[in-house]
């Protein structure tokens, strides 16, 4: 059954007496305090930036001033708010948030391809044809607990059309999906002329009509969409509908997030987690600049530089940033060397990625990288290692088996050890 | 090398069409299916019902439920080929070609743009260029042939789009070309030596070697040359205006894909491994398989095309056949079905074989061998529950949920008279830039040195004469502007007539200049950005955007002003059929025209929902938001990239959505079969055979008739809405 890597004996008490006595321990947290069982703390609430298809470290989060021209390309180093923390000029705005950042300049990846690396860098898991693993988003509603009864613990902002989701837990745990941020959550608002109690009538009818279909199949796939149902009806009479709708926001607002799919998609973000929503990721496609690198990242950041910076200073602004973490990922960096396009390919060996707020001491960079951007020199930090250094910021017990329906055991950490000193 | 080396040839073929005898072919598979379901202790399901089965069917192979009509047609037959005619029937039919397209368009990655120049029309073309693929049933070797080897200009060849899909990646279109055809996953040799499989980084550059030739190019071959020669020993200034007007004037020729067997690729900068250096150049070779012979100076490509698709090469029979297996059977013999490297994975090996030589056998008809499928017991035999893929049992076909061109075409099926047929609307004035034929390419390209130089001279007259000529238009532009600024009326035909002149004017010029650059007249010469047409363009929008009514004599001269020409536009309604339209609504009313003009333009379903066409014929994706995207429909960002998880928006779009509201309108095909049953049991059986292809049984009919009975229509719909409603809907047993 227990196909992974031999667990140490604390966790398989505590497996043994989850599974055998009924009984949970962890959510106990009697071992806290140790080193290995970091405990639970707080949960904070979570945006998670991810740049879909590979974001060029060396133009943004690493900049190497000292590498010769053909690495080091056209945009120079800009001094930040934080002492000795230089970031790319193509993120100016960010570079006035460096005080409540960490940035990550060693994170190394195993998968140089974008659907794999995407799938390692949100499950924590590599790809495999044998079970769906949960998003980090999902884990998190799992492990945490949701922070509002009648929104959803996850949400997905432009996600892309098979990027992770719930993975094996239980259809509740799967994200909502927003395809356009602006206009909300879409049909939400009941069918003309249909009112609650009719509502409540034929779904009544739809439920009786289907029932002998759904005793016919057992079958997890069947049984999602009526949780989906019921989640779909709750979310409708919810009062925190209005988290959807941007409109609430003044114009001014949304300038300043940037009137494109991903500042408004960060702009709902913040609505939504200000409203107890767990984990919300925005997704900002387009970083596979293969060819015309220079043009591309220069719209790219410009882009994301507005939207986040905007973010992290109206969280900070409403006093929110203590307890929402973001996050800015991608599944891996780019190469240094220029190619022949003046563009950059896949470069999984050596990378970068940043936290803000959520507790974590900010002013830092954590690990280096050699003056090319090329090999990592200080504090390896592997994929599984900053994931569950996010999940340990999100304030869940990293060390929480969770059983797949085949019973295989699976955490959040994946055997990645968070790097917990970064916080106070 | 984990190769399979069946010796494919020495087997007896057989070659059927898809009207040919198959019994043969079928009770082998049969027996290959009952062999590997007993190694394995496995029963099949009982029969699934007719019902059942007329539905998985229209699913499979045509990709939406079938018609309520086309349902009782079925069940109610007594005929005992009834299956067998059936299969054929939908594979001949209409609805078949747009399936594949949608599944394939997955697969291969198809998207209706990419970036860069031209992008759009190229992508265009290659769309067109499979749905005629896969409406001629082209065998599955050579449609791979044609993709992999496609050389020269989007416009004569539009299977180039394969690869310009993927310009200025060439190692990805790579890995995701053998990954695709070959089921090898390479792609983590790119970086590393393969962390569980024999590839190795030095395998990985070996076989990009064989594509690395094909480049895509700017401008057609030669022409850069032909501009050096001709303009030599002009003053630099002059030289460069000159080049760029021809630089411009073949930017609609862009986007070729040449190979260059001069190209060279090099192992990487960081190679580590002790069989190469970095810098070294590399030989092209296979990983294994047949060897590829390009012989000297032979294309690459070529040999490579002629290597994967090779019989004794069996993986690619398999790989193939195994995807369609899958989309009948719901879980591929082997999964995933693109990781080939671990073969021994599959449910069975000697089924997969068997799937493979059939496949050969038939000559890869995919057609004829959909049709070998589908008429096998066991996809005779009742669905099972998923819920895992490796450890599916195949007792029967998988219960899938429908993929959501097949939820989206099923709603075209309960809205549409004939679902298979509507077109959606085009607008005359596309934007998309257009790709010149194939002729005008040849004669552009062909021009001599001497001839260039002759008329880039002419050219060079004819733009000084012109930006003359055109100044007292631009004026009388300029005035007109001036006076409706200052709000004054009664300036529409001042505005008409300065049209008349300027397309007076733009129509010579646009005539001279088409000769002197070689184009056909017809493909819109004015859409060219070139100095020689930019000064008319930009007047003609001018007034076309103030003055509404010249649009019609701009059409004279400025193609993007003419109406479409276009098949299947909703908006026909020729000049006869509006005089006749117009007295009636002046005699009659609005209400009898519109019934008048409904009735002459029969088959759609009228301007209301004419957004409803199958999925093959809209935007590839469909834009963010839609309906299609809400069920999963892959971005085409990676290959097979759809989803079918349940998710709280597409419940939200089924309970409240726009969708619903269209299947009750007057013109959908669904309300008028409700409206036309005579009572509330037909009504109830109607509703039953359009939704879920079966009539209801008591407990249901009872149920559903206490609520037709009522005579408050809402209390009627809310019947249609629940069935709408009821997960069984999307699924497929």
Not at chain 2, 400 to 417: C, F, G, H, K
Not at chain 2, 680 to 697: G, K
Request: proline share 4%.
């Amino acid at each position: 059954m227990f196909q992974s890597a031999p667990t140490d004996r604390r966790r398989f008490l505590r497996q043994a007496a989850g599974s055998f006595l009924g009984v949970n321990f962890a959510s106990q947290n009697i071992f806290a305090g140790s080193a290995i069982a970091p405990g639970r703390r707080k949960p904070k609430q979570v945006i998670y930036l991810f740049m879909a298809g590979g974001m060029s470290h060396i133009d943004t989060l690493n900049p190497r001033p000292d590498a010769p021209d053909e690495i080091r390309g056209k945009f120079a180093a800009i001094k930040t708010k934080a002492d000795g923390v230089l970031l790319s000029e193509t993120l100016p705005g960010l570079a006035e948030h460096t005080d409540k950042a960490v940035i990550f300049n060693s994170l190394t990846s195993t998968q140089g391809a974008h659907q794999q690396g995407q799938y390692y860098m949100q499950t924590n898991y590599t790809k495999r044809g044998t079970i769906a693993h949960p998003h980090l988003g999902a884990w998190h509603s799992r492990l945490s607990g949701k922070g509002n009864e009648t929104l959803p613990g996850f949400v997905r902002i432009n996600g892309g059309s098979s990027a992770p989701g719930g993975g094996f837990l239980p259809a509740k745990y799967a994200p909502l999906d927003i395809g356009k941020p602006e206009a909300g959550l879409e049909n939400s608002a009941h069918y003309k002329g249909v009112g609650a109690p009719a509502l409540d009538q034929n779904l009544a009818l739809a439920r009786r009509l289907d029932r002998k279909f759904r005793e016919r199949y057992a079958d997890r796939r069947v049984s999602a969409y009526t949780a989906m149902y019921d989640d779909a009806v709750k979310l409708m009479r919810s009062g925190d509908l209005e988290a959807f709708d941007l409109g609430k926001e003044s114009e001014e607002i949304r300038e300043r997030y940037g009137d494109d799919g991903f500042g408004q998609g960060c702009l709902l973000a913040r609505r939504l987690t200000e409203r107890g929503v767990r984990f919300v990721e925005v997704r900002l496609g387009g970083w596979d600049t293969h060819a015309d690198n220079f043009e591309r990242v220069t719209e790219k950041t410009a882009t994301l530089d507005r939207a986040m910076s905007a973010l992290i200073g109206d969280l900070a602004s409403r006093g929110q940033l203590e307890d929402t973490m973001v996050v800015l990922a991608s599944e891996f960096g780019r190469t240094p060397k220029i190619n022949q396009n003046k563009g950059r390919d896949h470069y999984p060996k050596a990378y970068s990625a940043m936290i803000v707020g959520g507790g974590i001491k900010g002013g830092q960079v954590y690990g280096t990288t050699d003056s090319t951007g090329a090999e990592v020199e200080e504090d390896k930090l592997e994929v599984r290692s900053f994931n569950a250094t996010v999940a340990y910021g999100m304030g869940a017990d990293v060390d929480e088996t969770i059983e797949s329906p085949s019973r295989r055991p699976f955490t959040v950490a994946n055997k990645g050890e968070a790097v917990t000193k970064l916080w106070s | 090398m984990k190769t399979i080396l069946v010796s494919l040839l020495l087997l007896p073929t057989f070659a059927f069409g898809a009207s040919g005898d198959i019994g043969a072919s079928v009770k082998r598979l049969d027996s290959a299916i009952a062999s590997a379901l007993s190694s394995k202790e496995v029963e099949m399901n009982p029969k699934a019902s007719d019902s059942v089965w007329v539905r998985r069917a229209y699913l499979d192979i045509v990709g939406r439920i079938p018609t309520a009509d086309e349902a009782a047609q079925y069940i109610d037959s007594k005929s005992p080929g009834k299956r067998d005619s059936l299969i054929r029937e939908l594979l001949d039919s209409d609805g078949r070609a747009s399936h594949d397209f949608s599944f394939w368009a997955d697969v291969l990655r198809v998207p209706s743009r990419v970036p860069g120049q031209n992008g759009g029309a190229v992508m265009g073309a290659y769309i067109d260029w499979l749905r005629e693929k896969f409406t001629l049933n082209t065998p599955y070797d050579e449609l791979v042939t044609s993709l992999v080897t496609a050389k020269g200009y989007a416009g004569e060849n539009p299977a180039v789009g394969f690869t310009l899909r993927d310009r200025g990646m060439p190692l990805d279109h790579m890995s995701a070309t053998v990954e695709t055809f070959l089921g090898t996953q390479i792609l983590c040799a790119q970086c590393h030596d393969h962390p569980f499989e024999d590839w190795t980084q030095q395998d990985f550059y070996k076989l990009a070697a064989f594509s690395h030739g094909m480049r895509s190019v700017r401008s057609p071959q030669g022409i850069n040359e032909k501009v050096r020669a001709a303009t030599k020993g002009m003053p630099k200034a002059k030289r460069r205006k000159l080049s760029r007007q021809v630089r411009s004037l073949f930017a609609p020729l862009k986007n070729a894909l040449v190979e260059e067997s001069s190209r060279n690729l090099k192992l990487p900068d960081d190679y580590q491994y002790d069989d190469g250096r970095p810098g070294d150049l590399i030989v092209a070779e296979v990983p294994f398989g047949p060897d590829a012979d390009y012989g000297k100076g032979g294309s690459k490509v070529d040999a490579y095309a002629e290597w994967m698709t090779s019989v004794e090469n069996s993986r690619f029979a398999m790989v193939g056949a195994n995807r369609m297996w899958k989309r009948l059977f719901g879980v591929g013999v082997l999964e995933p079905v693109t990781d080939f490297d671990q073969v021994d994975e599959a449910f069975s090996r000697e089924l997969l074989e068997a799937l493979g030589e059939l496949f050969v056998s038939l000559e890869y008809d995919m057609r004829a061998f959909t049709r070998v499928l589908a008429n096998t017991d066991l996809y005779s035999r009742q669905a099972m529950p998923l819920d895992s893929e490796v450890s599916y049992s195949f007792a029967g076909p998988a219960l899938r949920r429908m993929s959501a061109e097949q939820v989206w075409d099923s709603m075209v099926t309960l809205i549409q008279e004939d679902p298979d047929s509507v077109r959606p609307v085009t607008r005359g004035r596309g934007t998309r830039g257009k790709l010149l034929d194939s002729e005008t390419y040849r004669r552009m390209t062909s021009i001599d040195g001497e001839q260039m130089k002759a008329n880039l001279e002419q050219m060079d007259t004819l733009a000084k004469e012109s930006a003359a000529a055109l100044e007292p238009i631009r004026k009388s532009v300029e005035s007109l502007m001036e006076k409706k600024r200052e709000g004054r009326g009664g300036i529409d035909d001042e505005a008409k007539k300065v049209a008349r002149e300027l397309t007076e004017f733009s129509g010579e010029l646009f005539e001279k200049f088409a000769t002197l650059a070689m184009i056909d007249g017809e493909t819109g010469v004015d859409r060219i950005n070139n100095p020689l047409t930019n000064g008319s363009r930009q007047l003609a929008k001018t007034l076309a955007s103030n003055f509404p009514k010249t649009r019609r004599i701009l059409a004279g001269s400025f193609s993007r002003y003419q109406k479409n020409k276009g098949e299947g536009g909703g908006r026909k309604i020729g000049k006869a059929l509006r005089a006749e339209f117009r007295a009636i609504r002046k005699a009659k009313g609005k209400a009898a025209a519109d019934a008048f003009l409904k009735e002459k333009r029969g088959g759609d379903a009228g301007q209301a929902n004419r957004q409803f066409v199958r999925a093959a014929w809209l935007p590839q994706p469909a834009p963010e938001g839609h309906f299609l995207r809400t069920f999963g429909q892959s971005d085409r960002e990676a290959s097979m990239n759809g989803n079918t998880e349940a998710t709280v928006p597409q419940v939200l779009a089924l309970m409240n959505g726009d969708v619903f509201p269209s299947l009750l309108s007057a013109e959908a095909k669904m309300r008028r079969a409700f409206d036309a049953a005579p009572d509330v049991s037909a009504q109830a059986d109607a509703i039953y055979l359009a939704i879920l292809a079966r009539r209801p049984d008591a407990e249901e009919r009872a149920l559903v008739m206490e609520r037709l009975r009522s005579n408050r229509p809402k209390v009627a719909e809310g019947v249609l809405w629940a069935l709408m409603n009821s997960p069984q809907f999307l699924f497929i047993e």
